[in-house]
């Protein structure tokens, strides 16, 4: 997943100005010449975006950009020292968000001027390329240039090239990879635009810009429904506190199924799997059910998948537990504060008390003693008790969270009516979408339970479940229908 700018993500060849360009600096070459380029495309089709990424295909080639807050006399200063500094590399000069007409004729014809003097000085080395938008602004930059010596400016004669961006067939893709990039790694399906409906709207654009704009127009529509379907009901995040007896294989599978540091579910990943795993289960008929509306569906519930290592889990189960609970362990006893702490330090308590995301390293192999400890408590929830646990939990959550302004309301395993579900432990925030914490208690004996395939059913299982509570199925057949 992108974790910083990097435009090379959702950059793309464009064949026909490639050739170009090769063709371009192969007749400067031959002439011995730097040269002009009238660089023509519609608004929005990548101009900018192919010059800036050009130096990516084209080996040898250093790209400058000249930013419209250069004056027209200080360009050609700027690309003598540029030249003489690297004279063995070819250069290309863009200038950038100059592409509507804001020089005056005699600037541009003093511009025009002393690049044609500099370019006889400079050899090959040198490319200037002039992007413009509007095709009667290109044709008076060559009408100028004609005037001002077309033969030792324009590299092409007098004509401008025509740019006309990457195939439509990679709209979706650099949509794609831009979303992930601008984004925090969310894919255009996140946001209700599968591929199956992103390419169903590539027939009534032509340009990139365009396109981009019409997804996200589209992605409003659906939030928009999704919104009128719960109207005055709140959307709940639903996170799932997988808890284990051996906190290193925990936290691999885990991290398996999720990316950054606060366990955000990996949905493109987490899809792919389910459709590759389980072919011809129930579970791959339900997941047909939802079809390109799961990975919007998740990602509005804010699904995460959060492990508790069992250092955690017997820590809050000593100092919160009931005795039904304590009772089951060899070493009952336990410090109330020291388990706060545990629990302020974990994913969980993180997210709870909106701390920043701290970088953790992988941890050790749960020792036997420790799990054999938690696997006395997991027999609760075999004996379907595990509400004693949740309980428990609850009470070290509402420790955490005593004195924090936006806490409201905490309950385990009540039915809260507003979602139409009992989730295990429930958390109503002030001016901020509800959290339902839902645990389920794992085991590595006498196998394990779990490894990811284990748990993706858990998770598809209770997604299914808010969908059905909260009414989604009618924004499934909308995303469908769109």
Known sequence: ?????????????????????????????????????????????????????????????????????????????FLKSEVQRALTVKHLFYLHDRENQRDNTEEIVRFFDDLRREFR??????????????????QDLIRIAEQTGSDSLLVNGAKYFTFSG??????????????????????????????????????????????????????????????????????????ILVAGDDAKELWGYV????????????????????AKDHEDTHYRKQWQTLGDAMPYILSYLDVRIIEVPPRLSLAIARAFGQESVVSLLNSPTGDREEAIQLLRESIVGELLTKSA????????????????EYNRLQTLATKKRDGELHEAFRDGIEALLKGNLDYQRLSA????E?????????????DSDPICLEFTWRTSKPQKTYTPGHIQQYVLNKTFDYVSALGLEKLVEKIKSS
């Open 121 to 138: 000085k400079l050899g090959p080395s040198g490319l200037v390329v002039w992007p413009i938008s509007r095709e009667d602004y290109a």
């Open 413 to 416: 395993g009540q039915r809260v």
């Open 357 to 372: 995301p701290i970088t953790r390293s992988a941890p050790k192999k749960t020792e036997t003693p420790a799990a054999e």
């Open 418 to 430: 507003e979602i139409g579900l009992n989730p295990d432990i429930f958390i109503e925030l002030k």
């Open 166 to 239: 990457p195939p439509k067939a990679h709209y979706y893709s650099i949509a794609n990879e831009t979303s992930k990039l601008f984004n925090s790694g969310r894919a255009l399906s996140e946001f209700g635009i599968a591929e199956a409906l992103g390419q169903t709207l590539l027939a009534e654009h032509d340009t990139v810009a365009s396109y981009f704009s019409a997804l996200g127009l589209k992605s409003e529509e659906i939030n928009k429904h999704a919104h009128e379907i719960l109207k005055r009901r709140p959307r709940p995040r639903v996170w």
């Open 1 to 77: 997943m992108a974790s910083q700018q990097d435009v090379s993500r959702i950059i793309v060849r464009v064949d026909h100005a490639l050739r170009h360009l090769q063709e371009t600096f192969a007749a400067m070459h031959r002439g011995d010449v730097s040269g002009l380029e009238i660089f023509f495309g519609p608004s929005g089709v990548g101009k900018t975006t192919f010059l800036a990424s050009s130096h990516r295909f084209l080996e040898g080639l250093n790209v400058h950009r000249i930013n419209h807050t250069v004056k027209l006399k200080d360009i050609v200063p």
């Open 255 to 274: 991290r398996s199924l999720t990316y950054r540091n606060q366990r955000a579910l990996d949905i493109p990943a987490f899809t792919l799997a389910l």
